[in-house]
């Protein structure tokens, strides 16, 4: 049984960082690309970062591209995503990803996906 455990999330005002940890088990964690996406009320599910097999390629979404970085750990099964400069925007509840092969910006195509983990930004 494949699951996908998120933590991290947190109350944090504006200016502050984050880091979400997603452990993966029940799969071949080297054989998933991994990604993050984030669900605000009212809003769907938005895309926010993604990481390929061995960590070499990290797309980001538009809105936290140069203060987000996603990383992973093929020996631990986890993959991170540290969140700087938060801003109010940033408010939502962010959601680890599974997808076998190659990565996608597109949420419809993950395999598994985790509980989600609430982060919010206060100003």
């Known amino acids: 049984q494949v699951q996908l455990a998120e933590s991290g999330g947190g109350l944090v005002q504006a200016g502050g960082s984050l880091r979400l940890s997603c452990a993966a088990s029940?799969?071949?964690?080297?054989?998933?690309?991994m990604g993050w996406f984030r669900q605000a009320p009212g809003k769907e599910r938005a895309f926010v970062a993604a990481i390929n097999l061995n960590g070499d390629y990290t797309p980001y979404g538009d809105s936290v591209k140069g203060r987000f970085t996603i990383s992973r750990d093929n020996t631990k099964n986890t993959v991170h995503l540290q969140m700087n400069s938060l801003k109010p925007e940033d408010t939502a509840v962010y959601y680890c990803?599974?997808?076998?092969?190659?990565?996608?910006?597109?949420?419809?195509?993950?395999?598994?996906w985790g509980q989600g983990t609430q982060v919010t930004v206060s100003s």
């Open positions: 029940g799969l071949t964690f080297s054989r998933y690309a």
């Open positions: 990803a599974a997808k076998l092969g190659v990565l996608s910006r597109q949420s419809p195509v993950y395999d598994y």
